[in-house]
Nanobody, 116 residues
Framework: QVRLVESGGGTVQAGGSLRLSCTAS????????MNWYRQAPGNQRELVAT???????NYADSVKGRFTISRDNAKNTVYLQMNSLKPEDTAVYYC??????????WGQGTQVTVSS
């Protein structure tokens, strides 16, 4: 059974930083593409950042230059370093894993609140 557990959310002032972590079990982590999504109240869930099994990365335009996604295959963990946070970054952040065999799996989400 796939399990993704996020941590690291919280409340921070605008301009501050947070680092989210997502630890996976039940999958062969190294072959999975890993993604961070977020969903703000009243909005659709949106893709924030992706890191492939080969460690290529891609970012939403709204977070480029401020967020960094990384992975540690030895720890089955993906990270999202978020700097220069803005109030519009406030959302529930979800970890997602994908591979062609098991499909897509989701974590339970972690709240990030950025105060102005």
């Amino acid at each position: 059974q796939v399990r993704l557990v996020e941590s690291g959310g919280g409340t921070v002032q605008a301009g501050g930083s947070l680092r989210l972590s997502c630890t996976a079990s039940g999958i062969i982590f190294s072959i999975n593409h890993m993604n961070w999504y977020r969903q703000a109240p009243g909005n659709q869930r949106e893709l924030v950042a992706t890191i492939t099994s080969g460690s290529s990365t891609n970012y939403a335009d709204s977070v480029k230059g401020r967020f960094t996604i990384s992975r540690d295959n030895a720890k089955n963990t993906v990270y999202l370093q978020m700097n220069s946070l803005k109030p519009e970054d406030t959302a529930v952040y979800y970890c997602n894993s994908y591979n062609s065999l098991k499909g897509s799996s989701w974590g339970q989400g972690t709240q990030v609140t950025v105060s102005s």
